[in-house]
């Protein structure tokens, strides 16, 4: 058996205008603030002599190019995505963007928001539109009753409500 495996598949393309907002924040404080303090104690450290012994030489350019490697994927992500700023016009329904509270089979309510995978945030609720969840409960309206499959086995929720 060879070591080949297909490549994943890429995530959906669509974000909501608070999570782009976010990307080009970050974007910008990489840009402006962080790289602007690392090139500098770079250039302090390649002036100390001896770059193969010298550990904030290596340090501080390993920290140069972690922040280069995200400027250029916030960069290329910045391109693709396709920023959601309608609501939809049946508010009824689950779709992009939609803050959505469930109840599971124990009788515990759940609530999230599905967003794009850049905005993912497990503490907030915030879920991929690609993760099973999302999936499951896209085009469905209150006192809908769906079954997910998670991982530890299949799962029924019923919808109670959805804010946009």
Do not use: C, H
Request: net charge negative.
């Amino acid at each position: 058996m060879g070591r080949w495996r297909p490549p994943k598949p890429g995530s959906s393309p669509y974000i909501t205008p608070e999570g782009e907002a976010a990307l080009r924040q970050e974007l910008k404080d990489l840009w402006q603030l962080r790289r602007q303090e690392v090139v500098p104690a770079l250039q302090a450290a390649a002036a100390e002599g001896d770059r193969s012994e010298n550990a904030e030489y290596i340090y501080r350019k390993k920290q140069l190019g972690e922040i280069d490697r995200r400027v250029r994927y916030l960069s290329k992500r910045l391109d693709v995505v396709e920023v959601v700023r309608l609501k939809p016009p049946d508010r009824k329904k689950i779709y992009f963007g939609a803050m959505v509270t469930l109840e599971n089979d124990a009788g515990d309510e759940l609530q999230y928001r599905i967003v794009g995978a850049d905005e993912i945030d497990p503490a907030r609720g915030y879920i991929s539109v690609d993760s099973p969840v999302a999936r499951a409960l896209l085009g469905r309206s209150v006192d809908d009753e769906v079954v997910v499959e998670l991982p530890e086995g299949p799962a029924s929720l019923v919808i109670l409500q959805v804010d946009y």
